[in-house]
């Protein structure tokens, strides 16, 4: 069987996806507990995945994807990981890194201010470079020009790049158990302004698990607002690709706030634009799974996320699937909040949340996403 982990790390995203081959994958890395705070209930990241690798006997990931240069998405990276554009990211106790995934925002954007974000991005602009275990997503003007300023072409690194509307090279229901089916980013949105914007040019995707001729679906939608996931809709709608947008387990963007529904929060719901309205209400199968990866949902009206009001929205939502609405820092108690694991095609289909104890934060009536495709 595959399972997804999402750890409890406030208003920040890692996700572990653990193949039925025995491959590992992650989708960012935020270290973000303060260890000096005996009551930081955050857990202890690095240790957590340490440890599940030497359970494994392994010392790498076969991916980790850096969906984009948001501190909330690599804190502390540079600690944890063997970075191979310089030595002194080479200790023989950091984790190997086989394939590096990041968008193309990453490459060429121009002076991160922030040091770490420097760091992730030398990294790939390095292997970039040397040909060798990155992927990029999407190729627009700006990573031409990038490539031919490094003396490369578009034509040398093809192999190196995907674009949005297709499937990430190496995996396969087949062989992996999964294929990956990229929606984002966009070349057009990154060569329509000057200035990086590092949400809506981050990296989404539906990962399309399958066994025992059942399917289930999974969105992992990074940050993006309602207007990139507008785009995502009405381009893959034009394209005849509406299954691509189909979801058993919904991860959510930008820790549960109303900017990825609408553009405005509303008084005690927020109430999505018509095509998220379609995404998340005609795509979800019976007992979808909802998760928000932040810290506990406020019970007043908050300027950051997560919001109460997009929670509103997501638990009504999951009411009418018979579903789960499930926040990180709340899961199975906002007193004790520990990793979530899902678990993926157990032999009979769906997806199931390992239970812990009673949780504080589910909606739900059932913990089976059904059986699909």
Known sequence: MAKLTFFPIGNADCCRLDLENGQKILFDYADTR?????????????????????????DSYDVVAFTHLDKDHFARASEFFYLKHAKKYQNEDRTHINELWVPAAIIVEEGPDDEEARVIQAEARYRLEKGESVRVFSRPEALKDWLEDHGLTVEERKHLITDAGQLVPGFTTSDNGVEFFVHSPFASRLDDGTLVERNRESIVVQARFTCGGSETKVILSSDVDHEALTYIVQVTRAKGNESRLEWDVFKLPHHCSYLSLAPEKGEEKTEPVPDVKWLFEEQGHAGGIVVSTSSPIPTTDEEQPPHKQAAAYYRDLVRSLDGQFIVTMEHPSVTKPDKLEIVICDGTGGATVLKRAAPA?????????PRAG
């Open 34 to 58: 303060d260890s000096s705070d005996s009551s930081d209930r955050r857990i202890d990241l690095p240790t957590e995945l340490r440890d599940d690798l030497a359970t494994a006997n392994r």
């Open 361 to 369: 934060s589910v909606i739900a009536s059932g913990t089976r996403a």
